[in-house]
């Protein structure tokens, strides 16, 4: 089950800058030679969470060395909704609280989860719509199929 979400037009930036919750600044092009996920998620959505142990798995093996993960969080009551969330599921990479300005650097959805990869050279390869696990992430990383 895909949780919907309405947004309007597809667009995607060559590069951007994001501000995580606790200040620190991530732009793609500081990330090149890593694999970036960037991930929308939901609070209120059940395949949002179904996905993040997958994601802090990887983000906690890879990050040192091959990729980063980006948690960008839509639809939310308040930051302190979206603190004890991530406190709940102990996702240990940056979250981003999204609006607007975020939708435009990265691109617009309609369905949440919706994960955006870019590779080593910090190109967007693919969309991926709905859960993503790790077993796709590994292969979308090694290319194997």
Known sequence: MLCQFAFAESHAASDFMLKDMTGSKHQLSSYKGKWVLVNYWATWCPPCLEEVPDLVNLYDQHMQKDLMVLGVVFDYKDVKEVEKYVDDML??????LGDDSVAA???QVDVLPTTFIYNPQGVLVKIKRGVITREFIEKAITGKK
């Open 105 to 107: 650097q990265i691109g």
């Open 91 to 96: 996702m240990s990479y940056p979250i981003i």
